[in-house]
């Protein structure tokens, strides 16, 4: 690593260290329903029960449930690893929150040509996860950064057989991710390289999910509780919510970050893999779900950050300390 790599790493290291031991925030009369949910559902299981009484117990008494569909039940992985660690309070799950966005922040540094602006995305997520709505990170978005992290550094790094156990782990924490795999497959596709293993974690993957929805299906009643999907949104502030959930500013201005991402995707040929990653905001045309963005924003700014980096590097001669030698493509 460069200088710039090297400070980067130390100030992620230092920002967790200060979210960690400033806790998270004090709890306000509102806290959104999910991270509520999730928070009686892990008390639950560590009381001993299985992950669906837990979360159908959960729901019911948050007034969310019960549900008539099984798109309400979130897959169980994140919360089979919840349960097993330490603390009862609601609180508890803290540090392993910022110790997960800490190693999202240090696989970002090896990762982007532009790792000063990765403590910035860990100030972004931090933040988001302590003090919307007085606290939200128990929400499953949060715990998938880090296995795309990965996913995106085995690509860059020419390490594409790790690729689809990564992209797995992260669609078997929260389905949205499946696009990865997706993804993964068309490039191997178009590379003629590596297939197979792309076509068995998307098998896994599949049956991971039809495991799970048979299993949520017996929790399931005739008229459920649960929010409606489809048909929620509020065009175009649902949109403009999905591009800049909890960024600063005007939700506007945010918009061509988005642009200066795919551009820079474009340019290196990395759009075929993350392509329904940087896409997902185009489901605000039906769906209301800003915090789904979760999955995506902290890439974005990365991405974007680095097209601005290299045309302002070009423009000085080619040097900058604030970037580091793009990574071989493998």
């Known amino acids: 690593m460069n200088a710039a790599a090297r400070v980067s790493a130390l100030a992620v290291v230092a920002i967790c260290i200060v979210f960690g031991v400033v806790g998270p925030a004090r709890p306000a009369p ?95 997520l931090i933040a988001t996860g302590r003090n919307t709505y007085s606290g939200i990170y128990l929400m499953v978005e949060f715990w998938v950064p880090p296995l795309t992290a990965a996913t995106l550094l085995s690509w860059r790094r020419g390490r594409g057989r790790w690729a689809p156990l990564f992209a797995l782990a992260a669609t078997l924490v929260r389905e949205l991710a499946g696009g990865l795999l997706v993804g993964g497959l068309l490039e191997a596709v178009r590379r003629r390289q590596g297939r197979a293993r792309w076509v068995v974690a998307i098998a896994v993957a599949a049956a991971a999910v039809a495991v799970h929805w048979t299993l949520a299906s017996k929790y399931l009643v005739a008229h459920g509780h649960e929010a409606p999907l489809v048909g929620t949104t509020r065009f175009p502030e649902s949109f403009l919510d999905a591009l800049a959930f909890n960024l600063p500013g005007p939700t506007i201005i945010w918009l061509p970050v988005w642009g200066l991402a795919i551009a820079n995707l474009a340019r290196r040929h990395e759009l075929l893999p993350v392509a329904f990653y940087v896409t997902l905001p185009l489901v605000a045309f039906w769906i209301h779900r800003p915090y789904w963005e979760l999955l995506t924003i902290p890439f974005v700014l990365v991405w974007a950050a680095e097209l601005v980096a290299d045309v302002g590097s070009r423009a000085v001669g080619g040097r900058s300390w604030l970037r580091v030698t793009p990574p071989s493509p493998p």
């Open 30 to 124: 509102y806290v959104f329903e999910d991270h509520r949910v999730d928070t009686l559902a892990v008390r639950h299981m560590k009381d001993g029960e299985s992950y669906y009484r837990a979360m159908d117990s959960a729901m019911r008494t948050v007034k969310v449930g019960p549900v008539h569909e099984s798109r309400s039940f979130r897959m169980p992985t994140i919360f089979l690893v919840w349960r097993w660690l330490p603390g009862q309070a609601p609180g508890a799950l803290w540090i392993p929150f910022v110790v997960m966005v800490g190693i999202t922040g240090l696989l970002l540094v090896r990762y982007t040509t532009v790792p000063v602006v990765v403590p910035l995305v860990v100030v972004y």
